[in-house]
């Protein structure tokens, strides 16, 4: 018996000890159930950052769990890898049913599932760099990042052929390293505006980690440097916010050139009406968020992954499912 009670002790240090590096928070449905519903399973949600739009996908998260009768907790790993590794394992010592996974970086998948053990394994919104990690325990969720940077891309070729500009400089604000996504919607923009029949000159690249306000500390500094630009591609919304903010405080006019984002989320859409960005990509966040649950759901119940999540699996894997983008500018918004 004492024994039972000490190994007892020993577990329940343990798990207070990953969570206490982890940072955990609970959603209703975890504690008190989803409304009427009873919760059939419950689930952890690891994610590696709160930057604007994931910020918001966490909230989608939770509403996603609640209306399907599933608990829900929050692990934060804080950017760092190993933390991820941590939040992991202690959602599998609570004994959780299955976990969705932000990763920090794409390499880290295999990693993420192994700790994960019996646990079913969700990548939402940010996908393994080897899909042959993937399997009917583990599979992603996001949207096709081939097409995010293409729809910039295919913009800012209108925007300039329209004009009868066939050169043209760029600056660049690029995401976090070492994420897929950060590579496909950088490569997608450039392409498109090179399969269009624009010829490119790199003014800058601002490394501004998806944030707001590093993009607009960054961007400062090219501004005073007295580069000369024609256009800004953002890998999202909230870097581009962060160069508007820049140019206004520099005095320059953020209309007078195109800035492009991705995401569509609220602000990016303001700025949009507004005419500081000339358009930006939509990205689902609550339909990633439903699918991730579903998806889940689905593996733990035995069903198909794309049962009931309105995606279609990618076509080069069965194991990813994608939500499609949409381009967002001033017309559609009106």
Wanted: glycine fraction near 10%; charged fraction near 25%.
């Amino acid at each position: 018996m004492k024994k039972q009670i000490i190994c007892g002790i020993i577990s329940a240090v343990m798990v207070l000890t990953l969570l206490a590096g982890c940072g955990s928070s609970s959603s209703g449905s975890s504690s008190a159930g989803a409304g009427d519903k009873e919760t059939k399973y419950n689930m952890a949600y690891v994610l590696s950052t709160r930057d604007e739009f994931l910020g918001l996908l966490e909230g989608k998260v939770y509403e996603a769990a609640e209306a399907k009768g599933v608990g829900m907790e929050s692990l934060y790993a804080g950017e760092d890898s190993s933390k991820m590794i941590d939040c992991i394992t202690a959602a599998k010592t609570e004994g959780k049913d299955a976990v969705l996974i932000n990763l920090n970086a794409a390499e880290d998948a295999q990693a993420c599932i192994e700790a994960a053990g019996d646990m079913k394994v969700v990548f939402i919104n940010r996908v393994p760099a080897d899909y042959s990690v993937l399997g009917d325990s583990a599979v992603a969720v996001a949207s096709d990042e081939h097409f995010s940077g293409k729809y910039q891309g295919e913009y800012l070729a209108k925007y300039f052929a329209d004009k009868g500009q066939k050169e043209v400089s760029y600056v660049l604000l690029r995401g976090t390293e070492g994420l897929v996504h950060t590579d496909l919607r950088t490569d997608g923009a450039l392409k498109a505006l090179e399969d269009a029949g624009i010829k490119l000159k790199e003014a800058a690249v601002v490394h501004a980690n998806y944030n707001r306000v590093t993009a607009r500390d960054a961007f400062a500094d090219v501004l005073d440097d007295g580069i000369k630009f024609d256009c800004i591609i953002s890998n999202n919304d909230a870097m581009a916010i962060g160069a508007i903010a820049a140019m206004t405080d520099a005095g320059m006019d953020p209309t007078s050139i195109p800035i492009v984002g991705i995401d569509a989320t609220d602000a990016g859409k303001e700025e949009i009406k507004n005419g500081n960005m000339k358009m930006s990509v939509y990205q689902d966040a609550g339909g990633q968020a439903s699918a991730s649950v579903q998806a889940a759901i689905n593996m733990l119940d035995g069903a198909d992954i794309a049962t009931d999540t309105g995606c279609e699996a990618a076509s080069d894997s069965a194991y990813v499912l994608y939500f499609p983008w949409s381009p967002v500018t001033a017309d559609d918004l009106k």
